[in-house]
C-alpha cells in the first residue's frame, strides 16, 4: 500500500480517537443527569448505557463501575468550568485582587453549572466511601491551587496574623456550595452578582490594607 494507504490508516486512527472521546463524553453527560435524577442508589451502570446510548461493556471500559462514573462527572465538573481558563486569568493578573476574583469565577462557573453533581455526591459520601473519596479529591485539589497562589505573594500581601493555611480556610468560608445557593435559590441573587460579591469579600478578608 502507497503513500495514500498510510494516509487513510492514519486518519482512520483519528476518527477512532475522536470517536472515543465522544462516546466518553456522552457516558459522562449521561452519567449526570441519572445521578442528579435518581440519586447514587438508584444508579446502575445500565441506566447511564442506555441514556449514552451504548452497550454496559462500552461503559465498564471506558470508566469502570459507578464510582469510575463518578471520577468521570466530576472531571467534566472541572472542564465545564474552564479550569484552564482559570489558570490563564491567574497568570495574566498582575495583582492579588485580581487572582482571587480568578478563582471566584471559576468557583461561581463550577457552582452555576454542576452545583447540583457537588451537592449530591457530598450527600451521599455520607454514606457511600467512594463518594466521600471523590468528594475530598476536589476539595483537596481546590485547596492545593489556593494554596500555591497564597505561597507565590509577596510577604505581607496576607492580613496580619493570617497565614496562608489559614487564608485557605477563610476562603473556604466565604466561597462554596452553600454560601452560593443560599443566595441564589433563596435570596434571588445572579450568579455574577454571587462572583462580584466573592472577589471583594476575598480581598477584604484576605489582603493587608
Known amino acids: 500500500m502507497g503513500a495514500e494507504g498510510a494516509g487513510k490508516r492514519r486518519y482512520d486512527s483519528l476518527r477512532r480517537e475522536e470517536q472515543a472521546r465522544r462516546t466518553r463524553a456522552e457516558i459522562a453527560r449521561a452519567a449526570r443527569d441519572v445521578f442528579v435524577s435518581r440519586g447514587w442508589a438508584g444508579t446502575t451502570v445500565r441506566a447511564v448505557a442506555e441514556g449514552a446510548g451504548v452497550s454496559v461493556p462500552t461503559v465498564y471500559a471506558a470508566y469502570g463501575d459507578k464510582a469510575g462514573l463518578v471520577r468521570a462527572v466530576a472531571d467534566a465538573a472541572d472542564l465545564s468550568a474552564d479550569a484552564a481558563g482559570m489558570v490563564d486569568a491567574l497568570e495574566a493578573s498582575a495583582s492579588p485582587e485580581g487572582q482571587l476574583a480568578a478563582m471566584a469565577a471559576y468557583d461561581r462557573r463550577l457552582f452555576e453549572r454542576s452545583g447540583d453533581v457537588i451537592a449530591l455526591v457530598r450527600e451521599a459520601g455520607r ?83
Open 127 to 209: 454514606a457511600e466511601p467512594e463518594l466521600a473519596a471523590a468528594y475530598d479529591r476536589g476539595r483537596r485539589r481546590g485547596d492545593g491551587t489556593r494554596v500555591r497562589v497564597f505561597s507565590s505573594w509577596p510577604a505581607g500581601t496576607l492580613r496580619d496574623g493570617l497565614d496562608v493555611a489559614t487564608a485557605v480556610d477563610v476562603y473556604a468560608a466565604v466561597c462554596n456550595i452553600d454560601v452560593y445557593t443560599v443566595l441564589t435559590a433563596e435570596r434571588g441573587w445572579r450568579p455574577d452578582r454571587v462572583e462580584r460579591w466573592w472577589g471583594g469579600a476575598l480581598a477584604r478578608e484576605l489582603l493587608a490594607r
